[in-house]
């Protein structure tokens, strides 16, 4: 070919890889785009409430750092993550019931990384992950990411069923079961103890990893704790949790946490000095200086305290604004409601007629790897005052009662 020819015909550049054509966005982000106008009341996005946020008491610490220690708060730093930091979190989870060393440890850019890095350190393209069903949409995609085919295990009102989970777990020989015990998204449910304790035997007897995902633990505002399931038997040597500032100080941050064994923390650090090095090196020192001088907990009942009466502002109006017939859950805490309409109504077909009274729900469909129940839908009760509650609630009905 002559150089003229060359020069006007170039080639077209080789295709994306297969995995990035194979996952989709998350319909999620998709809704959320829609309703981003101030004027929709929106019970769709996890958004937790921002006039809760401790600006001036994280804007104090930001300060002391940049001032106290500028050359540290700005320079690179160890990928496991500020030594303060992690002290602060193991403190807080062996206060919980699960001993905890800083060494157990990595501070992630949020726990979303956190789910990244173990994909990343344990699934082969073709492995099995088990997953609820349903299941958290961007969970779903980094196991697309990683290639892994993931396999639905059936939940009831009270989460997941452990006796399915272990004839599914031998029949498909998983490497990975990702759970969230604890004020689950989307459902709100909540594992109790003798689940959990089954499932940690169905893990140890069928050789399975764990990750157990809690970002919404800390919010209960009713009831009892329920242990982690890290801290029963046979789930002890082989469950990574996963937690977060994003519920309890704030997402922007991008601050999380992985606890995990040994080797598979050892490959985690690996991969995310590919992913980035570390995270934020002052974002980390802050967070530390907060948690050294602020009462978290004090901080955390207020927002428990807001959320509680967000959660019976909904509860208590959704008869009202949902068809007859229809079923839903009173969570005690997390920031998630899950409600079911009745046989022949359909969520997601609703949803633009509802958007255009402005406000919004989540379609359930989306969360389900297996065959969906189209009258589900997610509600989230935090981000909205009870009063502008009752308000989307009544614009709800317009569509849905009328
Ligand atoms: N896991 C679950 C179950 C979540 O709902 C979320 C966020 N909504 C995350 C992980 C990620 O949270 P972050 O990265 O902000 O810690």
Redesign the pocket.
């Known amino acids: 070919m002559s150089e003229a020819a060359l020069a006007s015909a170039p080639a077209p550049v080789p295709p994306l890889a297969a995995r990035a054509a194979d996952t989709g966005g998350s319909p999620v982000r998709e809704i959320l785009a829609l309703t981003a106008r101030p004027e929709v009341i929106s019970f769709a996005g ?1 958004l937790p409430a921002g006039e809760l946020f401790d600006a001036a008491g994280i804007a104090e610490a930001f300060r002391h750092v940049l001032t106290q220690a500028p050359q540290r708060a700005l320079q690179y730093s160890t990928t496991e993550g500020d030594p303060g930091l992690r002290a602060a979190v193991a403190a807080r989870a062996t206060g919980r019931g699960l001993p905890t060393t800083p060494d157990d440890l990595i501070i992630t ?7 990244t890095l173990l994909a990343t350190a344990l699934l082969e393209p073709g492995d099995v992950v088990l997953a609820e069903d349903p299941c ?1 949409l ?2 779903l995609q980094v196991f697309s990411f990683a290639g892994a085919r993931v396999v639905p295990v059936p939940t009831d009102d009270e989460g997941i069923d452990p006796a399915a989970l272990d004839e599914i777990a031998a029949r498909e020989r998983p490497k990975l079961l990702y759970i ?1 015990p604890t004020f ?2 989307p459902t709100g449910r909540t594992l109790s103890a003798e689940r959990r304790a089954a499932v940690g035997r169905v893990a140890a007897r069928r050789g399975v990893w764990i990750a157990e ?1 809690d ?2 633990g800390e919010l209960r505002f009713e009831g009892e704790p329920v242990p982690w399931l890290a801290s029963f038997p046979g789930a002890e040597d082989r469950t990574a949790l ?6 309890i100080m704030a ?1 922007g941050l ?3 946490w992985l606890r995990a064994p040994a080797a598979l923390r050892r490959a985690c650090v690996i991969a995310k000095q590919a992913a980035d090095l570390h995270t934020s090196t002052v974002d980390q020192a802050a967070a530390a200086r907060y948690l050294e001088t602020t009462d978290l907990d004090a901080h955390l009942d207020r927002v428990r305290g807001a959320y509680r009466a967000r959660r019976d502002a909904l509860v208590g109006g959704l008869g009202e604004a949902l068809p007859d017939g229809s079923t839903w859950n009173r969570p005690q805490g997390g920031m998630f409601v899950w409600a079911r309409m009745p046989a022949g109504y359909d969520a997601t077909a609703l949803l633009p007629q509802v958007v255009r009274h402005d406000v919004a729900y989540v379609p359930g469909a989306p969360f389900f790897t297996g065959p969906a129940d189209p009258g589900t839908m997610r509600l989230s009760f935090v981000t909205h005052s009870p009063e502008e509650i009752q308000e989307g609630l009544r614009r709800l009905a317009l569509t849905l009662r009328d």
């Not at 996963?242 to 519920?247: A, D, I, N, Y």
Request: no cysteine.
């Open positions: 996890g850019t949020g726990s979303q990384q956190g789910l958290y961007a969970a969230v689950q998204n995902d970002p919404y996963l937690s977060s500032f994003s519920k997402p991008r601050l999380g």
